[in-house]
């Protein structure tokens, strides 16, 4: 019989609805349940593409016998990390400050008054490499529960107090300037690894937001040590493992330096970020490779996660059934060279073997070989490999696919419209950008309510109980921005300035300038949680600073623009500390240091050839976090278009930057220079 999850919305919930675990979502009627039965709060914290939160739902919750102990002695209760990330960062934090480690599937004990007192992540069946059983884990924590209840009380207390006290040294108001921006490239230079690219060692992580900044700070001071890094980077990672060799699209991460074996996950967060990134590096420097990357990416967003509202599906799973009923990670992806020989006949099985380096021994688990772009000296005929590729493609399509994760996260598609209106206006693709508008017209009809408060999640065009956090404010914002740099549409900048007024209402701190990650009227948690460091994604401080940057570039808004300035205060105190985690910020910053640039141009329509020229020019120009209005002369449609005439008839371009602007210009070339140098 299922249990209270079967009414969720979350993919990952409704895994849980069959549990013999009698399942609470995360609500108020949970927690009195525990007060009026004298229980504690078993939390489990998970998403749906998780592999290990898979295995231990197959040990633990969907065994009958744990599942009697659970319902016996605890109150159950099974949180969405990605449909609420600030539940999921209140109690990762005490995870990691009480075990110096976090991680997913976690597992947290709490009072009644949500307090947590125990903490782990998984934990196995069986007591095995040094960890106890999950059932010795409940059996303790009930035992505490029973017969030492003040111990419990005073080491929850204890950990809220800590949490209260652990607030963030801003490091001031003042924006990061030359010399902080310095130190954070000179930071990542000695973390970087010449060898294989990317940042640290295993497990390897795609440093999508590093690289924006590294482009951008190679875009303003001309430094060609961060493109290098940031064009090797993306080198390595194209032709690894990390990235799908047949159908486009990147996963989560490499378990290994080399970028070889991949966590298998691909996650639309991911996939936004550096579809936007190879972008711009095709931008840059023209590279073929980065082309290719980005519309090959972009594609496998449209593929494979467009929902059938228009909007982008969060996530496909690591692992699949492998054939014989298993669900294996990986066994979607991974090929033997009896698999190669099977699909595409001996000779050319050999030279797929070759060239993607499919082995004997293999790269992967049980002889498999991860599909890789080895670096050789053998040249191969062009019409050969694509009907290689082609064959493997059809025959994988024949094989079980990895589950999807079908909510719509408003943060994640803001990033995928970002991306896929800049990719599809850079190559001509207008399906591209056909594709933005729509996901970005289901985010308004939605997830918007009727005073442009967002919710976090829909499924299915149903939107989802949780409110927006700071980062789906500022994501969807800065999706809406590249969308009417691209379109010409000013309802877009219209929409984001909607969005960042809530940023500056309730998000904000007004006396330090600091951002909360919840509405200053969300629901109350034991801590109102607070992150500026980028991790898989821009942190909230770090998207809404950018976003307030643009629409301020956009309007003339002093306010927004002061706020970015103000928020960019902890870039500027952990930049050059730790620049690896905060990379999307140091981009914004160099965005702020080079004005942003702000670009208007003019034309009879927006369909004249002119017209069109002058717009891609501006668009393709690499000045950092440059803002484009395009439209009729004497068109209301953006401030930035206001008292821009024609020149002797002709479309034309006005490039401003710290209240101060070049003469017009009809040329293209012209354009395309002030907005290089």
Excluded at 28 to 56: I, K, N, Q, T
Excluded at 265 to 279: G, H, I, P, Q
Excluded at 408 to 419: D, H, R, S
Aim: proline content about 6%.
């Amino acid at each position: 019989m299922p249990n209270r999850l079967a009414h969720e919305t979350s993919p990952y919930l409704l895994q849980h609805a069959d549990n013999p675990v009698d399942w609470w979502p995360w609500s108020e009627e949970a927690f009195e349940e525990a007060r009026r039965s004298d229980r504690p709060v078993l939390l489990s914290v998970g998403y749906s593409s998780c592999h290990w939160c898979h295995v231990m739902a197959h040990e633990s919750f969907e065994d009958e016998a744990t599942a009697d102990f659970l319902n016996a002695h605890f109150v159950n209760v099974k949180v969405d990390r990605e449909e609420r990330p600030d539940v999921d960062a209140v109690y990762m934090e005490a995870v990691q400050a009480a075990t110096g480690q976090g991680g997913w599937p976690m597992t947290v004990f709490l009072t009644p008054e949500a307090e947590p007192f125990y903490f782990g992540t998984y934990f196995p069946p069986a007591p095995r490499h040094g960890m106890p059983s999950f059932r010795q884990v409940l059996e303790g924590v009930r035992s505490a529960w029973t017969d030492r209840r003040d111990e419990v009380a005073e080491v929850a207390g204890k950990i809220v107090r800590d949490l209260a006290g652990r607030d963030i040294s801003y490091g001031g108001t003042e924006a990061p300037g030359e010399q902080e921006l310095a130190q954070a490239l000179l930071g990542l230079t000695r973390e970087y690894d010449p060898q294989r690219g990317g940042f640290g060692g295993a497990p390897k992580f795609p440093p999508s937001m590093v690289i924006e900044f590294l482009l951008r700070h190679h875009a303003r001071t001309g430094a060609e040590g961060a493109l290098q890094m940031a064009q090797d980077t993306c080198e390595r990672m194209a032709r690894g493992g990390i990235y799908d060799q047949l159908g486009g699209g990147f996963a989560r991460y490499s378990v290994d330096r080399d970028w070889v074996v991949p966590h298998f996950e691909k996650m639309l967060y991911d996939n936004a970020l550096l579809c936007r990134v190879y972008a711009h590096l095709w931008r840059a420097t023209g590279s073929d490779l980065a082309r290719r990357v980005a519309l090959e990416t972009a594609d496998f967003m449209v593929r494979e996660l467009r929902t059938e509202q228009g909007g982008f599906a969060s996530a496909l799973d690591a692992d699949s059934d492998d054939g014989t009923g298993r669900h294996v990670e990986g066994a979607y992806y991974v090929w033997t060279p009896g698999q190669l020989r099977e699909a595409l006949g001996d000779d050319d099985a050999e030279l797929a073997a070759r060239y993607f380096g499919v082995t004997e021994e293999g790269t992967f688990e049980e002889g498999a070989s991860v599909l890789q772009l080895p670096q050789r000296d053998e040249v191969f005929e062009a019409g050969r490999i694509a009907s290689v590729r082609q064959r493997l493609l059809e025959r994988r399509a024949s094989r079980p696919a990895p589950g999807r994760d079908d909510k719509v996260v408003a943060a994640w598609n803001g990033l995928a419209i970002a991306a896929l209106a800049e990719t599809g206006a850079y190559f001509d693709r207008p399906d591209l950008v056909e594709a933005a508008v729509g996901a970005a017209d289901l985010l308004v009809r939605v997830h918007f309510d009727d005073q442009a408060r967002l919710t976090r999640t829909s499924k299915d065009g149903r939107a989802g109980a949780n409110a927006g956090v700071l980062e789906d404010y500022g994501d969807v914002a800065e999706g809406f921005l590249a969308l009417a740099s691209v379109t010409g549409e000013g309802v877009w900048l219209d929409f984001a300035g909607f969005l960042l007024d809530h940023v500056l209402a309730r998000f904000v701190d007004e006396e330090s300038g600091a951002l909360y990650d919840t509405a200053a009227d969300a629901e109350r948690l034991i801590r109102r949680p607070q992150d500026p460091t980028d991790n898989a994604v821009p942190s909230g401080w770090s998207a809404a600073a950018g976003a307030l940057l643009g629409y301020a570039a956009h309007t003339g808004s002093e306010p927004h623009r002061r706020a970015a300035e103000r928020a960019l205060g902890v870039v500027k105190a952990l930049g050059p500390r730790v620049p690896r985690f905060i990379g999307w910020g140091l981009a914004v910053a160099e965005a702020l240091l080079d004005g942003p640039r702000e670009v208007a141009v003019v034309g009879p329509s927006l369909s004249d050839e002119a017209t069109k020229t002058l717009h891609r020019t501006a668009l393709l120009g690499t000045a950092p976090g440059a803002v484009v209005a395009v439209g009729a002369a004497e068109s209301d449609e953006f401030p930035l278009l206001a008292d821009r005439p024609l020149q002797q008839g002709e479309p034309a371009a006005y490039v401003c930057r710290n209240f101060t602007c070049d003469a017009p210009t009809t040329d293209p070339e012209r354009l395309r220079e002030a907005l290089s140098s």
